[in-house]
């Protein structure tokens, strides 16, 4: 049967779209009052905005004809489904969303959800690391997610203490030199 006779399906573009990550199972998705906010704001624009938007370029296009050759209706369809993908996707999130504030915690010695430490990597190299949520983890920004193997052996530790990161090349050595909270509102 030649391709121009069967039908498109949902799952043939699901195979192109990257995975998102998940949670590891059992546990909690936490995140910060401002990725909570970054989230909510992009599940509304694209319920309140861009899905509209699309929903009247594809009704448009299909009342031109010949949807087969119609590129506006064509991609217009692709980007409706990416659209609620990402819309069914946010409202998991935000189901499963924990939010903690670190404000909370201003003050504190100890490393703890939402904390920028300072560390010394093997003696040799400081770095900044702000520990925050799956969903808002920022590389450029330093931001790194609380399950990451760095944040998981900082948690819990002090200023002064010196922790061991199992890595590929061998164990490193990190020495906190300082934790910090955001200040309380």
Excluded: C
């Excluded at 401002?34 to 899905?51: I, Q, W």
């Amino acid at each position: 049967m030649s391709k121009a006779f069967t039908r498109e399906t949902e799952a043939d573009d699901d195979d192109d779209a990257p995975a998102l990550p998940e949670l590891p199972a059992g546990t909690k998705n936490y995140i910060t009052p401002a990725g909570y906010a970054r989230l909510r704001a992009e599940l509304k624009a694209l319920v309140e905005r861009d899905r509209p938007q699309v929903v009247e370029t594809v009704s448009w296009a299909a009342s031109n004809g010949d949807r087969s050759e119609n590129g506006d209706y064509i991609y217009g369809k692709k980007r409706l489904r990416e659209i609620d993908r990402r819309i069914r996707f946010l409202g998991k999130r935000l189901d499963k969303a924990e939010v903690v504030d670190p404000a909370l915690q201003h003050g504190n010695d100890r490393v703890f959800f939402g904390a920028t430490v300072r560390y010394l990597e093997d003696g040799a190299q400081q770095r900044e690391v702000t520990i925050v949520g799956i969903d808002e983890v920022d590389l450029a920004r330093g931001a790194i997610s609380w399950i990451s193997p760095v944040a998981r052996v900082l948690l819990k530790s002090r200023v002064g203490d010196v922790v061991q990161l199992p890595a590929p090349g061998g164990v490193l050595e990190l020495e906190v030199l300082d934790v910090r909270y955001p200040a309380p509102r």
